[in-house]
């Protein structure tokens, strides 16, 4: 398997994994609204988080989306802004990312 498959499959199950969570997320906050006021503070609390996370999981699939288009356009592994080639080692850490490491900063 060729280094762009490895990471276009490992961006892929990225994908499927947020979707669970997002999934999750979802239906925790569905099953929201205790009657006692106390529990629905506490509630209300822990639904900030979880839209936290929901809004984080979809940012990480538009940028993982956006991977993917550079992968199926042969431009993945080369930085959007100046064009140089992204450090394998910066890909294993960041497989949806952009930018080689200058641009990023």
């Keep these: 398997m060729t280094d762009v498959a490895k990471r276009e499959e490992q961006i892929r199950a990225r994908k499927l994994e947020l979707i669970a969570r997002m999934s999750f997320v979802?239906?925790?906050?569905?099953?929201?609204?205790?009657?006692d006021w106390e529990e629905n503070a506490t509630e209300h609390?822990?639904?900030e988080t979880l839209e936290a996370l929901?809004?984080?999981?979809?940012?990480?699939?538009?940028?993982l989306e956006a991977?993917?288009?550079?992968?199926d356009a042969g431009e993945y592994g080369?930085?959007?802004?100046?064009?140089?080639?992204?450090?394998?080692?910066?890909?294993?850490?960041?497989?949806a990312t952009p930018f080689c490491r200058a641009c990023a900063t």
């Design 26 to 35: 979802d239906q925790e906050l569905a099953t929201r609204g205790s009657a």
């Design 78 to 95: 080369a930085c959007v802004r100046c064009g140089s080639e992204i450090s394998t080692a910066r890909l294993d850490l960041l497989p």
């Design 67 to 71: 991977a993917l288009a550079r992968i």
């Design 45 to 47: 609390e822990d639904d």
């Design 54 to 63: 929901g809004l984080s999981a979809q940012k990480e699939i538009q940028m």
